[in-house]
């Protein structure tokens, strides 16, 4: 009905409980991948 997954609406409202609005705003999509990563002595 509003055009969100149920898990996504749950997850937000989880969010929110916890750290109000400013929970969501502050979140990142992109989720990082370290494994990939060279280690700054290294470069």
């Not at 929110?16 to 502050?26: I, M, Q, R, T």
């Amino acid at each position: 009905m509003m055009g969100m997954s149920r898990d996504t609406f749950y997850r937000y409202q989880q969010a929110v409980e916890n750290g109000g609005v400013e929970a969501l705003l502050n979140q990142s999509r992109r989720v990082l991948n370290l494994k990939n990563r060279v280690d700054e002595k290294i470069e």
